[in-house]
């Protein structure tokens, strides 16, 4: 049952707002981290590694915290979670001071890390239709990613620049931001949903969120895209290479090189919040796929910087359609009950794309070389676009959100 329904502008913006920081600290701390390993092993693996640290605690944790986001407060789930996040931080610069050069420790604590991030992806991309209404939802999802795509722009420069000051800077600015976005989600209101108690098991509970994402070929469809597309075609787990060995333009450069990504997304996120995709929904999100799978082409070859950037700032425009369409068809297809749950599946596909994506780079990249990775990994995408266009018909028929639109 639902808790009187009052919509402020304010939990709206707090929300945006919490979101911009905590995703801010997680870019500016990615940087150190990238250089840092890097700097310690010479070696792709090990930035393959970093990926895959965070992944697997997140695989186990992701669903039951779905489950727990479904069952309690989001809102104190999320800052439990971005509690931890900050410890993690506060534990990374001990480790900078005291113990600089011993990698395997930064390893453990980015389990920790992805732990944290488990609970905090599920609680809180499943909150803001709790803040907002369905009509608004959409145009809503817009506005709050080109804030977060703001983020994502400027936390790598800032990384990349705090990080030639030294970590001191680097981890002190992430703890903060962390304890800043768990204060702030504390504090929102909205809409509140009241679970009713089923007699179902934690299992059965969270092979319901599974069972529903699948008997659902739009939203499975979106989900898998997202996962095997990025699984594959994600360079930028390899951008600390392509930094300091083909493109020579150091910690700084990289900065710029992960800031790119996000500044076409947020370019393409401040479109869409005023020019929202109306229609052909499914044929925009496949073509979107498409040209995010060409940029990395492209990219893969490049040796010539201001090239790089371009193909990288196409890439995430192109992302960000995509991740538009599938958060929203997401967030629209599923009942109240079921959005932690969906959230944690949706979250773990993601972070698998995401995370056990700078694994498959890494991996890839120690074993054909760092631009024939890249290369494969573009032509996969679009392998994947074309089969997925005939394995998911609903998905390309998909018109408007509104033809998916469950009650509220």
Same mark, same amino acid.
């Given at each position: 049952m639902h808790d009187a329904f009052l919509y402020r502008d304010r939990d709206l913006y707090f929300f945006v707002g919490s979101r911009f920081i905590s995703t801010l600290a997680i870019q500016v701390q990615s940087v150190a981290i990238g250089w840092q390993i890097y700097d310690m092993e010479r070696t792709p693996l090990a930035l393959g590694l970093v990926g895959l640290c965070q992944f697997l605690p997140m695989f186990l944790l992701t669903l039951p915290a779905g489950d727990i986001t479904d069952r309690f407060n989001q809102r104190r789930v999320y800052s439990l979670a971005a509690g931890l996040q900050a410890a993690c931080s506060a534990l990374f610069l001990g480790l900078s001071?005291?113990? $600089?050069?011993?990698?395997?420790?930064?390893?453990?604590?980015?389990?920790?890390?992805?732990?944290?991030?488990?609970?905090?992806? $599920? *609680?809180?991309? *499943?909150?803001?239709p709790f803040l907002v209404p369905p009509e608004r939802l959409s145009k809503s999802m817009a506005f709050s990613a080109s804030f977060f795509t703001a983020a994502v722009i400027s936390g790598p420069a800032l990384g990349g620049f705090l990080y030639a000051l030294g970590p001191v800077p680097v981890y002190s600015l992430c703890i903060a931001g962390f304890i800043a976005a768990a204060l702030i989600v504390s504090q929102l209101g909205g809409r509140r949903f009241t679970p009713q108690e089923t007699g179902q098991t934690r299992f059965e509970r969270v092979a319901e969120g599974v069972i529903f994402v699948r008997s659902r070929p739009v939203v499975l469809g979106a989900i898998s895209l997202d996962l095997f597309a990025v699984l594959l075609g994600g360079a930028t787990a390899l951008l600390p290479v392509y930094a300091r060995d083909i493109l020579h333009v150091g910690p700084l450069g990289l900065g710029f090189l992960r800031s790119a990504p996000a500044a076409g997304a947020f370019a393409m996120a401040f479109f869409l919040t005023h020019w929202p995709i109306r229609n052909g929904v499914g044929g925009k999100m496949f073509a979107a796929v498409a040209v995010f799978g060409i940029a990395t082409i492209v990219f893969g070859f490049s040796s010539w910087f201001p090239l790089s950037l371009v193909a990288l700032f196409v890439l995430g425009a192109s992302d960000m359609v995509s991740v538009n369409i599938r958060s929203s068809l997401i967030q629209l297809s599923t009942p109240d009950a079921m959005r932690g749950r969906v959230s944690s599946v949706s979250m773990l596909f993601i972070g698998a794309s995401n995370e056990l994506g700078e694994f498959e780079s890494g991996t890839t990249a120690a074993l054909l070389g760092t631009v024939p990775a890249v290369i494969a990994g573009g032509i996969g995408t679009l392998i994947v676009v074309a089969l997925w266009i005939r394995l998911f018909p609903p998905l390309r028929h998909v018109n408007k959100f509104s033809d998916v639109q469950v009650p509220v």
């Amino acid at each position: 049952m639902h808790d009187a329904f009052l919509y402020r502008d304010r939990d709206l913006y707090f929300f945006v707002g919490s979101r911009f920081i905590s995703t801010l600290a997680i870019q500016v701390q990615s940087v150190a981290i990238g250089w840092q390993i890097y700097d310690m092993e010479r070696t792709p693996l090990a930035l393959g590694l970093v990926g895959l640290c965070q992944f697997l605690p997140m695989f186990l944790l992701t669903l039951p915290a779905g489950d727990i986001t479904d069952r309690f407060n989001q809102r104190r789930v999320y800052s439990l979670a971005a509690g931890l996040q900050a410890a993690c931080s506060a534990l990374f610069l001990g480790l900078s001071i005291f113990r $600089p050069h011993q990698a395997w420790m930064f390893y453990v604590v980015l389990v920790l890390f992805g732990a944290a991030r488990g609970f905090a992806g $599920p *609680s809180g991309s *499943s909150l803001l239709p709790f803040l907002v209404p369905p009509e608004r939802l959409s145009k809503s999802m817009a506005f709050s990613a080109s804030f977060f795509t703001a983020a994502v722009i400027s936390g790598p420069a800032l990384g990349g620049f705090l990080y030639a000051l030294g970590p001191v800077p680097v981890y002190s600015l992430c703890i903060a931001g962390f304890i800043a976005a768990a204060l702030i989600v504390s504090q929102l209101g909205g809409r509140r949903f009241t679970p009713q108690e089923t007699g179902q098991t934690r299992f059965e509970r969270v092979a319901e969120g599974v069972i529903f994402v699948r008997s659902r070929p739009v939203v499975l469809g979106a989900i898998s895209l997202d996962l095997f597309a990025v699984l594959l075609g994600g360079a930028t787990a390899l951008l600390p290479v392509y930094a300091r060995d083909i493109l020579h333009v150091g910690p700084l450069g990289l900065g710029f090189l992960r800031s790119a990504p996000a500044a076409g997304a947020f370019a393409m996120a401040f479109f869409l919040t005023h020019w929202p995709i109306r229609n052909g929904v499914g044929g925009k999100m496949f073509a979107a796929v498409a040209v995010f799978g060409i940029a990395t082409i492209v990219f893969g070859f490049s040796s010539w910087f201001p090239l790089s950037l371009v193909a990288l700032f196409v890439l995430g425009a192109s992302d960000m359609v995509s991740v538009n369409i599938r958060s929203s068809l997401i967030q629209l297809s599923t009942p109240d009950a079921m959005r932690g749950r969906v959230s944690s599946v949706s979250m773990l596909f993601i972070g698998a794309s995401n995370e056990l994506g700078e694994f498959e780079s890494g991996t890839t990249a120690a074993l054909l070389g760092t631009v024939p990775a890249v290369i494969a990994g573009g032509i996969g995408t679009l392998i994947v676009v074309a089969l997925w266009i005939r394995l998911f018909p609903p998905l390309r028929h998909v018109n408007k959100f509104s033809d998916v639109q469950v009650p509220v």
